[in-house]
């Protein structure tokens, strides 16, 4: 028997727990934070846990930790002293590995120190231990989440816990002269997926407006097709690697398989995205990557999405479907085209 904590999306616990169920017979769950962070507790030991998320991880899943040990709060300065001899004496091996401490405190958590505090104290075991504490791609990270009673404390990999931020929340700090809080999200895709988008050549942005997606890429180097019927941000016009279509998508036509990447988030109905996406696949080169946001606006959003991603396995592989920490009411599809 192995105990969980696991995190959605605000509002989207009810999916990620339905697709919990659907893998692990046995599973029960109590809630921690409304729509958000529930723990579960299932049958299965901790390896066939992660083997299973590794070969199918759940789209509405942001966050994992394994509840390793628990811990009584007692709302003083007793807590950070215990927490302490709880790491010192774990038993992790700690020697020559980069670590880190996440902290998420519950709202109405009686625990009083702050995350930066916390680590700070932790940190200084976990250097006494022989580790080094880093922020980015630790080798192991310390989860501990301070509840409404207890510390719920587990030790495990970035890729383990399914992210490397604190309960999967991602946060990229506002560039001056950013465009939209839209970049966040392909950006978070780049580092989600593990794609690199400067080794691309031709971009096609479907739904371009007002261009924070067009920015990243022309960023990174592309030449960006950008086609919306909405005005791209004037600051965009001085890039000479962009072409702007001020039409709607089924106005358009290319050449055959001239863009290598096809990215779209038109925040509309999934059925016309998917139709306004096959409409340009000629375009694609074989072999292209596609990223593309699916709206979520009915009642039903897992029958949504295996009726989207079966319309679009037609021409392309699906290599990942996420909800992602800025995703709002949608996820991020990840797909590539298939060949001939
Ligand atoms: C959420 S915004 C895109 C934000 C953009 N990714 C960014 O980073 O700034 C959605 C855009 O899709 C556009 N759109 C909706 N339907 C479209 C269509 N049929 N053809 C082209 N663009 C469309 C809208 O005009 C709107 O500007």
């Known amino acids: 028997m192995t105990q969980w904590i696991g995190t959605a999306n605000h509002g989207f616990a009810s999916y990620a727990m339905e697709e919990l169920r659907r893998l692990f017979d046995g599973i029960k769950f109590t809630q921690l934070a409304a729509g958000e962070i529930f723990r579960m507790e299932l049958p299965q030991s901790r390896e066939e846990v992660l083997a299973v998320l590794e070969a199918k991880e759940p789209i509405f899943l942001r966050h994992i930790q394994p509840i390793d040990r628990l811990l009584p709060i007692y709302g003083n300065a007793d807590d950070l002293e215990a927490l302490s001899d709880l790491v010192r004496h774990a038993r992790i091996r700690c020697e020559g590995r980069t670590a880190a401490v996440h902290l998420r405190r519950a709202e109405r958590t009686p625990f009083i120190y702050s995350a930066a505090d916390t680590k700070a104290v932790l940190d200084a075991v976990l250097t006494e231990l022989g580790a080094e504490p880093a922020m980015q791609s630790p080798d192991l990270i310390l989860s501990i989440y301070a509840g409404t009673e207890q510390f719920y404390v587990g030790w495990g990999t970035p890729h383990e816990q399914l992210s490397d931020w604190p309960g999967g929340a991602v946060r990229f700090q506002r560039e001056e002269g950013q465009i939209s809080r839209a970049k966040f999200k392909l950006l978070e895709a780049e580092r989600t997926f593990r794609l690199d988008f400067a080794e691309f050549d031709e971009a096609l942005d479907i739904g371009a407006a007002p261009g924070g997606w067009t920015q990243l890429l ?105 909800q992602l920490f800025h995703n709002r009411d949608e996820i991020t599809l990840y797909l590539i085209k298939r060949n001939g």
């Not at 001085?238 to 290598?260: C, G, M, W």
């Not at 009642?299 to 037609?314: A, G």
Request: some cysteine.
């Open 218 to 322: 022309l960023e990174r180097g592309l030449q960006v097709t950008a086609v919306d019927p909405a005005e791209l941000h004037p600051s965009l016009a001085s890039y000479h690697r962009l072409t702007y279509l001020k039409k709607n998508a089924s106005d358009v036509k290319f050449q055959p398989e001239i863009f290598d990447l096809l990215v779209c988030d038109m925040s509309w109905s999934p059925m016309q995205m998917v139709k306004l996406v096959l409409e340009q696949l000629e375009a694609l080169a074989s072999g292209a990557t596609a990223i593309i946001t699916l709206k979520l606006m009915h009642k039903k959003p897992l029958q949504i999405i295996r009726d989207v991603i079966s319309k679009l396995e037609t021409s392309f592989e699906l290599k990942k479907a996420k």
